[in-house]
């Protein structure tokens, strides 16, 4: 008896072994199923949002602040892979939730495609990869998934509203650092001006780069070093705190290094290796603050499998189909899930199609001047501003003189607005080339003169002295004066057929006068005619 029993224990655990190789081998072999549905169901929303997709890495390819776009996806993986342990036992429990997820995200790149706003574009296109993981997975997985998914949205360019005020509080905060240290300084606009030379508080030095890069770098951090909630939090509210600070006194630095080396240091090349420098050295101390407060690691309990093995059930004829019924179920329903989403989002795609204009103009276009009561008959003007807009069906820039006042109108049309022909886009140029600087930027309150609503305005460092410059974006016959409305005005009249389009400016050297000559002009001036008033019309309508 006492040498049988080590030869059971032996034999149950020659069978427990097999039991568990067989188990293994189904579980791995499930395991690829999963993995191939999901996968392959990412593939066919990534299909549908492919030009989106596309343009978003175009963007990483050619934009500075976000080439760390290309690292977002693996680390959303490696997130997703820490989580595995607590993912064991659970099961696939597709979501019509998730389904109605992508139709949400295609009807956002839908308004994108109609608007011609990237931004609603890629938002779409990463929201629709998102909701796909909760239409296969489910919501219970879903959830243990969460700071993985959320994480791919920093892959999406949201930071550029974030460039003006950012110039603006470095400028403002470097100026009150160098009045604190008795260094007289004058402000004007983002022209900082010391004994001895002028700084120029530009895009670049605004931060947001350092800003986006903590921020990706915080959240891994917040997840990898910490277990408590609070703290993980707190963590992300440094690593946006942080930076903002340390672009401010790397300003400051940079400015107090060429001021007491009588500009021989920290200007030209030099001010980006010292600043780059300064900005390493304050990441580096964030992460060693991060592993001075880091949490004991928490062992997950799945991690760690049972000593004991539960004993073998006694088989149930009557319920042995069960496992084998609710796969199926899971399986067909998980099917009708996305089949569901994707028919709904190929739906969007062909409307989009269908209602989109044409990717040509409807004939030539030319704009004729306007002529203004009061001013002198217009000419071309060649000065050193002349702002850009190469996707426009036709662009002109004319001088208007009445008595000592000179001003310059400049008008871009699209007729009608269209796919690659974009009013709002960052490759237009009002500032009218880089030898000039844009000195600030805002809108005004002053009344623009005429119908024409309080403008937006940029002050220009040109080699012909300062400038002043009004504008506004035309949509559909109505002008406003920021991009986000332009957009959204033309999104609302696409729906009932082509739109027209104009950016209008006028500029006037700079002065006290100025404001007064170009609302003078603005009130003066009729420029209907030159822009036309086509308002979601079809063309011959």
């Known amino acids: 008896m006492i040498k049988a029993r080590p030869t059971d224990e032996r034999v149950s655990g020659t069978r427990a072994s097999e039991s568990g190789r067989v188990g293994g081998s189904r579980g791995r072999g499930k395991a690829v199923r999963v993995w191939g549905l999901l996968i392959g169901c990412l593939v066919a929303v990534g299909g549908l949002f492919h030009e989106a997709l596309a343009g978003l890495v175009g963007i990483w390819l050619s934009s500075a602040t976000y080439s760390y776009g290309f690292l977002i996806p693996p680390v959303a993986l490696y997130l997703a892979y820490r ?10 429990d597709p979501s019509l939730l998730g389904a109605a997820g992508i139709l949400a995200a295609g009807s956002v790149w839908f308004m994108g495609e109609l608007g011609d706003i990237d931004l609603l574009r890629h938002l779409g296109a990463v929201v629709g990869i998102q909701a796909t993981v909760v239409a296969v997975v489910g919501l219970r997985i879903a959830r243990v998934l969460a700071l993985p998914l959320a994480y791919l949205l920093l892959a999406v360019p949201l930071a550029d509203g974030l460039v003006e005020p950012l110039q603006w509080l470095t400028a403002d905060y470097t100026v ?3 009045r604190l240290t008795g260094v007289p300084v004058y402000l004007d606009g983002w022209f900082l001006t010391i004994p001895g030379g002028t700084f120029h508080v530009a895009e670049a030095c ?4 350092y800003l986006v890069a903590c921020l990706a770098f915080g959240v891994v951090a917040a997840d ?7 703290k993980r939090w707190a963590f992300v509210v440094i690593s946006l705190i942080v930076p903002i600070g340390a672009n401010v006194v790397r300003a400051y630095g940079i400015v107090m290094l060429a001021h007491l080396s009588d500009f021989e240091i920290a200007v030209g090349v030099d001010h980006l290796i010292y600043g780059g420098i300064f900005l390493s050295f304050v990441t580096v101390v964030l992460i060693l603050v991060a592993a001075a407060m880091r949490d ?6 799945q991690a760690v499998a049972p000593v004991q093995a539960i004993a073998p059930a006694q088989p149930d004829v009557a319920s ?11 399986a067909a329903r998980a099917a009708g899930v996305i089949v569901i989403a994707l028919f709904g989002l190929a739906g969007l795609r062909g409307y989009a199609a269908a209602v989109a204009p044409a990717s040509a103009p409807v004939g030539p276009v030319e704009i004729e001047p306007p002529q203004v009561a009061g001013w002198a008959d217009p000419r071309p003007a060649r000065s050193t501003w002349q702002p850009s807009f190469p996707s ?11 008595a000592q006042s000179t001003v310059e109108l400049f008008v871009a049309r699209y007729t009608p607005l269209r796919p690659g022909a974009e009013l709002v886009a960052m490759q237009n140029d009002l500032a009218g080339g880089e030898r000039n600087t844009v000195m600030a930027r805002g809108v005004t309150s002053v009344d623009g003169g005429g119908a024409w609503p309080p403008p937006a305005y940029l002050r220009l460092a040109t080699r012909d002295g300062e400038r002043l410059v009004w504008y506004w974006y035309v949509v559909g016959g109505e002008a406003t004066t920021t991009g986000w409305r332009a957009k959204a005005r033309r999104l609302a009249l696409q729906l009932l057929g082509p739109v027209d389009g104009a950016a209008v400016a006028v500029a006037t050297q700079a002065g006290p006068e100025a404001q007064s ?8 001036a009729d420029l209907r005619g030159t822009l036309g008033a086509r308002n979601g019309s079809r063309q011959g309508d």
């Not at 990898?224 to 609070?230: D, E, N, Q």
């Open 83 to 92: 989580r595995r342990h607590r993912l064991t036992g659970m099961t696939l």
């Open 176 to 178: 009150e650092l160098l």
């Open 206 to 209: 605004a931060g947001v780069r």
């Open 224 to 230: 990898s070093f910490f277990t408590r909630t609070w």
């Open 296 to 301: 004991p690691a928490a062992v997950p309990a």
């Open 320 to 330: 042995a189909s069960t496992p084998k019924t609710r796969s199926r179920w899971r």
């Open 392 to 402: 426009a069906d036709a662009t002109a820039v004319w001088r208007y003189t009445k």
């Open 517 to 524: 000559r170009l609302r003078s002009f603005m009130a003066d």
